[in-house]
T-cell receptor, first 116, second 114 residues
Framework: EADIYQTPRYLVIGTGKKITLECSQT?????MYWYQQDPGMELHLIHY???????EKGDLSSESTVSRIRTEHFPLTLESARPSHTSQYLC???????????????FGPGTRLTVL | KNQVEQSPQSLIILEGKNCTLQ??????????LRWYKQDTGRGPVSLTI?????NTKSNGRYTATLDADTKQSSLHITASQLSDSASYIC?????????????FGRGTQLTVWP
């Protein structure tokens, strides 16, 4: 079991609220990622980070923002939630390169967000 | 267009039976291919990883194959158990960028009945 944690696991909020989804990993990984996943659909990368003070937008446009002040912590914030933000948000991290030259990503359990 | 296509979309089998899941991809240049298992309400967990030179990899009752020429992979599950019920996701990585971009399939939803 990977040591990557997400809180809350489930969140139901009203439109216009500001929320922060927490993600922490204890593996010392330098790279961290946020994905968005709708039921029956593929994961879409929305943010990633190579390390502290490094953040980049992913392939899927998202109104959320992220920060990376500490290696182990990669929170995602929505300033004003809308029903279109309803989805599952998965955090992942990767570290030492494996044979084959690419890191394996370890995923957290996800946060299921519902915006009413 | 998704560059990783999986089939079937869903599959129901009886406990103890074998099954094979398929993955076709168009990702290029290819780096590696992973199969992940995602239980309902959980994050994906890596089962196998294969690079260009590998054509089979086993992990317990899971055996993955890769044909890099035809860009196809399969995941064979032997003697299925109820705990195998999950979504199985094929993930292909390219080597054209520093990030090692991942391309995700939509997954095959496997249900194992007693």
């Amino acid at each position: 079991e990977a040591d990557i944690y997400q809180t809350p696991r489930y969140l139901v909020i009203g439109t216009g609220k500001k929320i922060t989804l927490e993600c922490s990993q204890t593996m010392g990984h330098d790279k961290m990622y946020w994905y968005q996943q709708d039921p029956g659909m593929e994961l879409h990368l929305i943010h990633y980070s190579y390390g502290v003070n490094s953040t980049e937008k992913g392939d899927l446009s998202s109104e959320s923002t992220v920060s990376r002040i500490r290696t182990e912590h990669f929170p995602l914030t929505l300033e004003s939630a809308r029903p279109s933000h309803t989805s599952q948000y998965l955090c992942a991290s990767s570290g030492t390169a494996e044979r084959g030259g690419r890191d394996t990503q370890y995923f957290g359990p996800g946060t299921r967000l519902t915006v009413l | 267009k998704n560059q990783v296509e999986q089939s079937p979309q869903s599959l129901i089998i009886l406990e103890g039976k074998n099954c094979t899941l398929q993955c076709n991809y168009t990702v290029s240049p290819f780096s590696n291919l992973r199969w992940y298992k995602q239980d309902t309400g959980r994050g994906p967990v890596s089962l196998t990883i294969m690079t260009f030179s590998e054509n089979t990899k086993s992990n317990g009752r899971y055996t993955a194959t890769l044909d890099a020429d035809t860009k196809q992979s399969s995941l064979h599950i032997t003697a299925s158990q109820l705990s195998d019920s999950a979504s199985y996701i094929c993930v292909v990585s390219d080597r054209g960028s520093t990030l090692g971009r991942l391309y995700f399939g939509r997954g095959t939803q496997l249900t194992v009945w007693p």
